[in-house]
Antibody, heavy 120, light 110 residues
């Protein structure tokens, strides 16, 4: 079964940091571009970051540029998101998502999400 | 990057057809045929239902169809069923090398 499983979410104070992780299984992880997408409570989907199959290039939404860092370890079938200088507006479910075949194609496999809550 | 524009809500009766629009710019929908649509039931992760404007992944009902004209894409749901009542999002790849999502549409089955 093709699957993505996220971990690392939690409650963090404003200004704090977290590292989200995602493990892929059931497919050739190293062949796919990957993204992080978030959804604030009761709100719509917001694309956060994208990384190519090899690790570069990568890209970020303007709202997180300079604060978030995406990376991957293909040997461990893992995707990461380092999130720093957290703000209240970063509170959301963070989904790990697979690009279907190529960059920009479509996001075809979604994890169940990990919740990040920024609160003092 | 501004979100793509979708109507907040669309409704239709059982068995009827509805269409959800998704308006972008010449830098996203108007430039690429990388338009996709996602269905999201409450408490669940989104599910891909249309990719590359018109293509349905395996297992998705043929009642869902997509199209595009200029900077606007559309999702049509025909033969509306009760289980179609939920949220739908469009998305496009952009010339900046990013994804952008639509504002989301809540479909109500009357």
């Amino acid at each position: 079964e093709v699957q993505l499983v996220e971990s690392g979410g939690g409650v963090v104070q404003p200004g704090g940091s977290l590292r989200l992780s995602c493990i892929g299984s059931g497919f050739t992880f190293s062949s796919h571009e990957m993204s992080w997408v978030r959804q604030a409570p009761g709100k719509g989907l917001e694309w956060v970051s994208w990384i190519s199959s090899s690790g570069t290039p990568l890209n970020y939404a303007d709202s997180v540029k300079g604060r978030f860092a995406i990376s991957r370890d293909n040997a461990k079938h893992s995707l990461y998101l380092q999130i720093n200088s957290l703000r209240a507006e970063d509170t959301a479910i963070y989904y790990c998502v697979r690009d279907r075949y190529s960059a920009g194609d479509a996001l075809d496999i979604w994890g169940q999400g990990t919740m990040v809550t920024v609160s003092s | 990057q501004s979100a793509l524009t979708q109507p907040a809500s669309v409704s239709g009766s059982l068995g009827q057809s509805i269409t959800i629009s998704c308006t972008g710019t010449s830098g996203d929908i108007g430039f690429y045929n990388f338009v996709s649509w996602y269905q999201q039931h409450p408490g669940n992760a989104p599910r891909l239902i249309i990719h590359e404007v018109t293509n349905r992944p395996s297992g998705v009902s043929n009642r869902f169809s997509g199209s595009k004209s200029g900077n606007t894409a559309s999702l049509t749901i025909s033969g509306l069923q009760a289980e179609d009542e939920t949220d739908y999002y469009c998305s496009s790849w952009t010339t900046r090398g990013t994804y952008v999502f639509g504002t989301g549409t809540k479909v109500t089955v009357l």
